[in-house]
């Protein structure tokens, strides 16, 4: 499985942005898809994740209400929504997929992308 991570980039506070990740080399509906972020100077951190058929989503509490993670199935691509910006929201975020109906902790991920750098300004 390769995982493609983009969209990322410089956001004012208060501002949108959508991150894309694309999968191949496996069956993408068969895997539940999370986004994962980190900071500079900080762990990796949970920040949603995905069911196989998209009929559940879960968030980590700091996005919540912020934060859309969806998925297309036929275009192998899962998203992230990201709304009401915060200059603490700055992070590299890396999509992942795990062989499991819904996971949340990184154990359960098998795959991950490369990254892509979102930077919020004040």
């Known amino acids: 499985v390769q995982l493609q991570a983009s969209g990322g980039g410089l956001v004012q506070a208060g501002g949108s942005l959508r991150l894309s990740c694309a999968f191949s080399?496996?069956?993408?509906?068969?895997?539940?898809m999370g986004w994962f972020r980190q900071a500079p100077g900080k762990e990796r951190e949970f920040v949603a994740a995905?069911?196989?058929?998209?009929?559940?989503?879960y968030y980590a509490d700091s996005v919540k209400g912020r934060f859309t993670i969806s998925r297309d199935n036929a275009k192998n691509t899962v998203y992230l929504r990201m709304n009401s910006l915060k200059p603490e929201d700055t992070a590299v975020y890396y999509c992942?997929?795990?062989?499991?109906?819904?996971?949340?902790?990184?154990?359960?991920?098998?795959?991950w992308g490369q990254g892509t750098l979102l930077t919020v300004s004040s």
């Open positions: 080399g496996g069956t993408f509906s068969s895997y539940s």
């Open positions: 995905i069911t196989l058929t998209g009929s559940s989503t």
């Open positions: 992942a997929a795990a062989p499991v109906d819904m996971a949340t902790t990184p154990a359960y991920f098998r795959s």
